[in-house]
């Protein structure tokens, strides 16, 4: 079993920027596909961006304002958010998948293990 915990939300002003992190205990492989998925009011859960052995992918509505690197110890995974818009506000959950893949794995049912979620908040 992974656990994976997500901290650094809040409420940011538009053009700011917010760090994510997301910590993970348990049976964790620092080679595991992660991810970053957000769910706004009222939406579905979309996909953020992701790490994979095939290299990082966005969603092309973050593309160039956010990066996801690996993190280092406790910490698994960051997302890094930069030039945030009002369209940004959602929950924010860190997912990892079981294993290592080449993929781009952007679809949400393709991960094992979710946290509970951070909330972000941009004001416009």
């Known amino acids: 079993q992974v656990q994976l915990v997500e901290s650094g939300g809040g409420l940011v002003q538009a053009g700011g920027s917010l760090r994510l992190s997301c910590e993970a205990s348990?049976?964790?492989?620092?080679?595991?596909?992660m991810g970053w998925f957000r769910q706004a009011p009222g939406k579905d859960r979309a996909f953020v961006a992701s790490?994979?052995?095939?290299?990082?992918f966005y969603a092309d509505s973050v593309k160039g304002r956010f990066t996801i690197p690996r993190g280092a110890g406790k910490i698994a995974l960051y997302l890094q958010m930069n030039a945030l818009k009002f369209e940004d506000t959602a929950v924010y959950y860190c997912a990892s998948q079981e294993g290592p893949s080449f993929g781009y794995e952007s679809n949400w049912f393709e991960y094992r293990y979710w946290g509970r979620g951070t909330q972000v908040t941009v004001s416009s």
């Open positions: 348990g049976s964790t492989s620092s080679d595991s596909a």
């Open positions: 790490i994979t052995w095939g290299g990082t």
